[in-house]
Nanobody
Framework: QVRLVESGGGLVQPGGSLRLSCAAS????????MGWYRQAPGKERELVAD???????NYADSVKGRFTISRDNAKNAVTLQMNSLKPEHTAVYYC???????????????WGQGTQVTVSS
C-alpha cells in the first residue's frame, strides 16, 4: 500500500518560516510529479507548487519568491520551504504525488493526510 506521510506544520508568526516534508512509502515503481496543495477554510483546494522527477518546478503566483519546493528522488520525498509567511498562508497543506505502483500500468494520484499551517501573531 502506498502512503504519503507529511510533517512540519505548525504555528508561526508573520514573517516566519516553516518547512514541510513529505515522504512516499510502499511498493513504488516510479513517481512523476510531486507537489503541495493547500485548502483554507471556506475555499477550494489549490496548487501551491509542484516539481517533476526531472526537477522542473511550478509555483502559484501568490508564493513565487517566498516558497521553494525541492525533491529527493532517492528518498521519494518532497519538501516545501516557506519563508516570509503571512496570515493569508494559513491553511491545511496537502502533499500530492502521481505514483505508479509496482506492476501497475499507470500512475495515479495519492494524497497525504494534510498538515495545518497557521500564521498568526
Amino acid at each position: 500500500q502506498v502512503r504519503l506521510v507529511e510533517s512540519g506544520g505548525g504555528l508561526v508568526q508573520p514573517g516566519g518560516s516553516l518547512r514541510l516534508s513529505c515522504a512516499a512509502s510502499g511498493i513504488i515503481f516510479s513517481i512523476n510529479t510531486m507537489g503541495w496543495y493547500r485548502q483554507a477554510p471556506g475555499k477550494e483546494r489549490e496548487l501551491v507548487a509542484d516539481i517533476t522527477s526531472g526537477g522542473t518546478t511550478n509555483y502559484a503566483d501568490s508564493v513565487k519568491g517566498r516558497f521553494t519546493i525541492s525533491r529527493d528522488n532517492a528518498k521519494n520525498a518532497v519538501t516545501l520551504q516557506m519563508n516570509s509567511l503571512k496570515p493569508e498562508h494559513t491553511a491545511v497543506y496537502y502533499c500530492n504525488a502521481n505514483i505508479r505502483r509496482r506492476l501497475a500500468r499507470y500512475a495515479e494520484p495519492y494524497w497525504g493526510q494534510g498538515t495545518q499551517v497557521t500564521v498568526s501573531s
